[in-house]
């Protein structure tokens, strides 16, 4: 499993450069990227990619039971990263949760 559901960007003509995490569950999909530029490395970011990942498969593995309202938690957890990153407040590179 050491490169599923992570794909590597690395095109001439952007600014982006980096990796892609992409997981579809229950019609939903979570995204999300990791910059080499932001991780100071494409090692490093790939090892933040892979880390998310495998929490994501860990969290989605105790969520079974809710799995469609585990990814909507989720989904919702990325977009206000998102937000935070737009207003240039700090934002975790891994979500952990209790």
Known sequence: MKNRNITRYTYENTDFQGWRVSIQR????????????QYGSEEE?????????????????????????FMDAELEHLQELLRQ???????????RRA
């Open 26 to 37: 229950c019609g939903r999909i979570i995204t999300r990227y990791f910059s080499d530029l």
């Open 85 to 95: 990153k737009e207003v240039g407040a700090t934002v975790p590179a891994v979500r």
């Open 45 to 69: 970011s790939y090892r933040h990619a892979v880390d998310y990942r495998d929490e994501v498969f860990a969290e989605m593995a105790r969520h079974r039971h809710d799995l469609p309202e």
